[in-house]
């Protein structure tokens, strides 16, 4: 099936780890991002991608690496995970600027809890 | 920077009754597109609707809407007819220029359709 999927849906893992988050899309959009969520801040931009070995940061992107060798995945690692790291994290993918729909279609989520 | 408001933290509206979702965005750029994300409780992010900044004509998606007043800065989405399962968080969210790949997004409406 065509769509965006998340792995692992749930994860907890204990403080300092190292944690990756995978994302993997179907519709070869060029575009890729990975946003996190918290109660009172909506979604926030971490990483994105504008294609294959091509990654910039976004709003929140201290402590997390992404690496894209490949158009449809898209990892999320926590190299050194920390408490404040625990939140719910959306991987998305779109098609580029000038399409006329850039609605960016978001994965299920994955619930990160760092103890 | 781009900035996204939405005042209203939860809203009750009666089942079949319309409803206004309010958002205000910010942004020095001319070009632009603003975008409404409804999130169920199962914590899926399901796009709703798109309005570009040039667009002439208010955006309509079935019983969805966006009151587009570019002069106030505000994108406003009107759901006629509420339903039950209309029940969900709802997220005004905006990309402007360069980057419109990016979505900012304001921290969401709570709505409670009540039967």
């Known amino acids: 099936d065509a769509g965006i999927t998340q792995s692992p849906r749930y994860k907890i893992t204990e403080t300092g780890r190292q944690v990756t988050l995978m994302c993997h899309q179907t519709w070869s959009h060029s575009y890729m991002f990975w946003y996190r969520q918290d109660l009172g801040h909506g979604l926030r931009l971490i990483y994105y991608?504008?294609?294959?070995?091509?990654?910039d940061k976004g709003e929140v992107p201290d402590g997390y690496v992404v690496s894209r060798s490949k158009t449809e995945n898209f990892p999320l690692t926590l190299e050194s995970a920390t408490r404040s790291q625990t939140s719910v994290y959306f991987c998305?993918?779109?098609?580029?600027?000038?399409?006329?729909?850039?609605?960016?279609?978001f994965g299920q989520g994955t619930r990160l809890t760092v103890v | 920077a781009q900035k996204i408001t939405q005042t209203q933290p939860g809203m009750f509206v009666q089942e079949k009754e319309a409803v206004t979702l309010d958002c205000t965005y910010d942004?020095?750029?001319?070009?632009?597109?603003l975008f409404w994300y409804k999130q169920p409780s199962s914590g899926e992010m399901i796009f709703l609707i798109y309005q570009g900044s040039y667009d002439q004509q208010n955006a309509t998606e079935g019983r969805y809407s966006l009151n587009f007043q570019k002069a106030r800065k505000s994108a406003n989405l009107v759901i006629s007819a509420s339903q039950l399962g209309d029940s969900a968080m709802y997220f005004c969210a905006m990309g402007a220029g360069a980057g419109s790949y990016q979505l900012t997004f304001g921290k969401g409406t709570k709505l409670s359709v009540i039967p």
């Open positions: 991608s504008a294609a294959a070995d091509i990654t």
């Open positions: 998305a993918s779109s098609d580029p600027p000038g399409h006329r729909n850039t609605e960016a279609f």
């Open positions: 942004t020095s750029d001319p070009s632009y597109g």
